[in-house]
């Protein structure tokens, strides 16, 4: 059975620094395309970022482009949203997905973290 466990997360000011993990167990992570979605209160859950299966291959929504990247550590059986420059309205729980295909839409991910809250105060 594929299981995610995310850790990182919490508070940190603006223009910090933050990164979340997603370790994989059950398959090897690059058996997936791993991607990151985020929900913040009152709104509906959003893209953030997806890697594909070999790591080669990144894609990130518009709003964080340039400020997140993600990325694989086969050894560690992990992936990794490394968040820099950080808004206010980058306040969110993360989530990290896996699925056979690398794609921007929710549905096409089969396997879910339990979610990392991620506060970015002003």
């Known amino acids: 059975q594929v299981q995610l466990v995310q850790s990182g997360g919490g508070l940190v000011q603006a223009g910090g620094s933050l990164r979340l993990s997603c370790a994989v167990s059950?398959?090897?992570?690059?058996?997936?395309?791993m991607g990151w979605f985020r929900q913040a209160p009152g709104k509906e859950r959003e893209f953030v970022a997806t890697i594909n299966q070999s790591g080669r291959s990144t894609y990130y929504a518009d709003s964080v482009k340039g400020r997140f990247t993600s990325s694989k550590d086969n050894a560690k059986n992990t992936v990794y949203l490394q968040m820099n420059s950080l808004k206010p309205e980058d306040t969110a729980v993360y989530y990290c997905v896996a699925g056979n295909s690398f794609s921007v839409i929710l549905a096409a991910y089969d396997y879910w973290g339990q979610g990392t809250q991620v506060t970015v105060s002003s």
């Open positions: 059950g398959r090897t992570v690059s058996d997936y395309a």
